[in-house]
Structures are given as structure tokens and as C-alpha cells.
């Protein structure tokens, strides 16, 4: 983490020289990007973390540890498919479901779902794609998401 703080800081220090009037944009608009996720990632963490207090951590790691095995990536797949969380949540809640106990296995069959497979949008991906499309493009994802769990799990 110090390394890309380091790395970060000097970029900006090189592009400070370079030209100021465009970093000075830049960082605007970085921190305003920021200031603009910052509700959805605050409601988004603030609810994750009540979850994790009310369920404990005997049963994280029962139900999605690394024991869990294809029940495990089952309720990730599932709950993946229909969750529409952005990716920049996704990654930080991660995070903290693996310091809870969570697999790997688990947490990558949760986030490919969740980028890949659209439950809730489906009308919408039918609508402009066909049924038969939206349905097979969503299953096939389901599925490598599974594959993806179970690759992930026999590597780490």
C-alpha cells in the first residue's frame, strides 16, 4: 500500500511540473468523481458492516468459508446474480468479507456473478437483445462464474 501512496504522489508531482493547469483539473475532477461515489460506498459498507454484526462468525464461515464448498458458491452465485452493486463497492466489500472468513473461492464466484449475471436486469437485456440471448448469455456467465469458484479454489 505505501508503494502505490509513493508511486501515486510522485506521478502527480511529475504531471505538477509538466503542466499545472491540467493536474490541477485532473484532481478536481478526481475529487469530485470521489465526493460523488462517496454516499453509495458509505451506504453500501455502513449496511455490510450491521449484516457482519448480526450474523456471527461462526456461521460466516460455516455457510461461506472455506468448508463451504459448492453451498458456499451456490448462496455467492445467487446472491451476485441478484445484486446491483458497482464495481468500486464490490471490491472494498470484498475485502471485508475475507478478513470475516469468507474463501476466496466464494468471493470470486460473488463478484463474477455480480459484474457478469443480471437478474434484476434481465427485462431490460431482453428487451434490446432477445429473451433467448439475455438467457443464454446470463446462464453461460452463471456458470463460468461457478467454474471460476472452483478454478480459484483448487489455485489458492
Known amino acids: 500500500m505505501d508503494f502505490l501512496i509513493i508511486v501515486t504522489i510522485s506521478v502527480v508531482l511529475i504531471s505538477f511540473f509538466l503542466d499545472r493547469e491540467k493536474t490541477f483539473t485532473g484532481l478536481k475532477k478526481?475529487?469530485?468523481?470521489?465526493?460523488?461515489i462517496l454516499p453509495e460506498l458509505l451506504n453500501?459498507?455502513?449496511l455490510v458492516s450491521i449484516v457482519l454484526y448480526l450474523i456471527p462468525?461462526?456461521?460466516?464461515?460455516?455457510?461461506?468459508?472455506?468448508?463451504?464448498?459448492?453451498?458456499?458458491?451456490?448462496?455467492?452465485a445467487l446472491t451476485g446474480s441478484i445484486s446491483l452493486i458497482p464495481g468500486f463497492i464490490a471490491y472494498p466489500l470484498a475485502a471485508i468479507?475475507?478478513?470475516s472468513g469468507v474463501s476466496y473461492s466464494v468471493l470470486a464466484v460473488f463478484i463474477t456473478t455480480l459484474m457478469m449475471v443480471g437478474i434484476v436486469t434481465l427485462p431490460l437485456e431482453a428487451k434490446y437483445y432477445g429473451l433467448k440471448?439475455?438467457?443464454l448469455r446470463n446462464g453461460l456467465s452463471f456458470l463460468g462464474a461457478i467454474l471460476i469458484g472452483i478454478l480459484v479454489g483448487v489455485f489458492m
Do not use: N
Not at 64 to 76: E, F, K, N, P, V
Open 133 to 135: 440471448t439475455a438467457l
Open 57 to 76: 462468525q461462526s456461521m460466516l464461515i460455516r455457510w461461506l468459508g472455506r468448508d463451504s464448498g459448492m453451498t458456499g458458491m451456490s448462496i455467492a
Open 44 to 46: 453500501i459498507l455502513i
Open 30 to 36: 478526481g475529487l469530485s468523481m470521489f465526493v460523488s
Open 97 to 99: 468479507l475475507l478478513k
